[in-house]
């Protein structure tokens, strides 16, 4: 049994290998055509109208794929803090509604009485108040 689990992770280790080497392979041969598509483009400008006015188009090229990649980047940046927000809120909402969670706190209740849980629950809500302030203005720092 373990023999084949140590089978399957080899397998899958292969292929993501493979995997990984044919991405590569496409995206270097992605950056050749590219590169000979901006040589090809800057001679034609060049030939036409002159060498700063090809310097100036091959710039404007590059411009316009940085903004696209940067706002590709910016889009993705978003949609992850977006699903890392909503998982955050799921496991949150996910603890209350267990059912083992409540009867321990129905347990602690009983075994602490009422009396004393009060000035418990009180130094538990400010610690989860600054807790939550702090990670706050942890998540309004600059983004690298």
């Given at each position: 049994?373990?023999?084949?689990?140590?089978?399957?992770?080899?397998?899958?280790?292969?292929?993501?290998?493979?995997?990984?080497?044919?991405?590569?392979?496409a995206a270097i041969a992605l950056f050749i055509t590219t590169a000979f598509l901006c040589a090809a483009a800057f001679?034609?400008?060049l030939n036409r109208y002159g060498p700063v006015e090809a310097c100036f188009a091959g710039a404007a090229i590059f411009f316009v794929v940085t903004?696209?990649?940067?706002?590709?980047?910016?889009l993705r940046k978003r949609q992850i803090e977006a699903r890392t927000a909503a998982r955050a809120k799921a496991a949150a909402s996910s603890m209350l509604a267990d059912p083992a969670l409540l009867v321990?706190?129905?347990?602690?209740?009983?075994?602490?009485?009422v009396?004393?849980?009060v000035p418990i629950?009180?130094?538990?809500?400010?610690?989860?108040?600054?807790?939550?302030?702090?990670?706050?203005?942890?998540d309004q720092a600059p983004a690298e």
């Open positions: 049994m373990l023999q084949r689990m140590i089978d399957d992770v080899r397998d899958a280790a292969g292929t993501a290998l493979r995997q990984t080497s044919l991405a590569a392979m001679i034609a400008v903004l696209l990649a940067a706002g590709t980047y910016l321990t706190g129905i347990q602690i209740v009983r075994a602490l009485g009396k004393r849980l629950l009180a130094i538990g809500g400010l610690a989860l108040g600054l807790m939550a302030s702090r990670s706050q203005a942890g």
